[in-house]
């Protein structure tokens, strides 16, 4: 009985010890497709560490995988005590490269801030790391083994409407169907594609799309939605899609709202959503922040091809959207990605391609940490 209590408290300095341990990491890891080549994978990372400025410790006979890094400079306050280790692996026909990066500048007193200092360090060396590993990346995989969502995506285009509220546009329903093929072609399963155009792109056909969508969803995977078509602002801040049945004076009810998107979601395994917005302002309509805002909640962020305050009035003699055709490129070019660096491909290929069209604006400040294969 004597013993009891010293061995409590050993167990519980372990366990403390234990919970330090963990709070003062960053991890990520890639999968890799099977027939990568482990040496060459290794000497690409030590390449790309080098370049970028930070000393490669000599890796151990006994495990040649295995890099270690410091930080850039050991006397920078910012960088003291971090430690990076990379361990690339092929186990039971799986390629893998982990990485984990290490602060130990709070231990003695503060340890509860290494965890943030080690991930504020690691996640933009974890991004350059996965620029250099892209051409072995196995878009599912990766997305398995780094916690990443597999795409599904909802495409929703309307280009002619019931009313004569709302005039005919030219090429939301083509860039649908454009997208669509091209996801196709380009290796995206057709069961996680869901396009709906026309007259099908009804307020209850959006609605019940969205659902099914939402429910074929595994609890790591993310719904991708673009909607190209007019958007309608009764109050100058909330900002509604207008499907093929929209009723201007009666736009709750009749046209998708944010709420909308909330619904179809509520017997999903997921909650992770990715909005992207290719919309034509009636004439009435001035797309602002606060409306464009509203449809972003921590799960969801929001690309919009209209940036606020200003009319996209670059596509009136294109039969294809600048947007679309830059989403496509995203896609086809960036297997795994997060929202963020999404959006900046995105930017990126609409001012080298298309210098008069409005730039696109990314809403959501959680945008990085929604990583998913676009494949």
């Given amino acids: 009985m004597l013993e009891t209590k010293p061995r409590r408290a050993t167990l519980s300095l372990l366990l403390v010890a234990s919970l330090v341990t963990l709070s003062s990491c960053y991890k990520r890891e890639f999968g890799l497709v ?138 939301p329903e083509s860039d649908v169907e454009f997208l669509r093929h091209e996801l196709a072609r380009g290796g995206v399963e057709e069961s996680r594609i869901h396009a709906i155009t026309g007259r099908a792109a009804s307020e209850s056909g959006i609605r019940d799309l969205l659902a099914t969508a939402a429910a074929a969803l595994s609890p790591n995977d993310v719904l991708v939605v673009y909607f190209a078509g007019r958007v309608h602002s009764p109050d100058g801040q909330r900002i509604y899609w207008v499907p093929y049945d929209g009723d201007r004076t009666r736009p709750h009810g009749t046209m998708i709202s944010s709420r909308t998107l909330d619904a179809a979601m509520g017997t999903s395994k997921s909650r992770r959503q990715f909005v992207m917005l290719d919309p034509y302002p009636d004439a009435k309509t001035v797309l602002v922040a606060d409306g464009i805002a509203g449809w972003v909640s921590t799960t969801r962020p929001v690309l919009s091809s209209v940036e606020a305050g200003g009319l996209d009035t670059s596509r009136d003699d294109r039969s294809r959207s600048p947007f679309a055709l830059a989403v496509l490129s995203v896609v086809s070019g960036n297997p795994a990605v997060n929202a963020h660096s999404f959006a900046a491909g995105v930017d990126r290929h609409i001012s080298g391609e298309f210098p008069d069209a409005s730039a696109p604006r990314l809403f959501g400040r959680d945008a990085k940490k929604l990583r998913f294969s676009t494949r």
């Fill in 34 to 171: 099977r027939d990568t080549d482990l040496d060459q994978v290794r000497e690409s990372i030590e390449s790309t560490l080098v370049a970028e400025g930070y000393e490669v410790s000599p890796y151990p006979v006994r495990k040649p995988n295995v890099l270690v890094t410091s930080a850039l400079s050991a006397s920078d306050v910012a960088d003291a005590g971090v430690s990076t280790k990379f361990e690339i692996q092929r186990r039971r026909g799986r390629v893998k490269v982990r990485m984990r990066v290490a602060s130990r500048q709070h231990w003695s007193l503060f340890w509860w801030l290494a965890g943030p200092h080690a991930t504020r360090w690691g996640e933009p060396l974890g991004e350059r790391i996965a620029e250099t590993l892209e051409p072995w990346i196995d878009p599912l995989a990766d997305a398995k083994e780094s916690g990443d969502s597999v795409a599904h995506y909802v495409l929703i285009g309307v280009s002619r409407y019931r009313t004569s509220d709302f005039p005919p546009l030219v090429s």
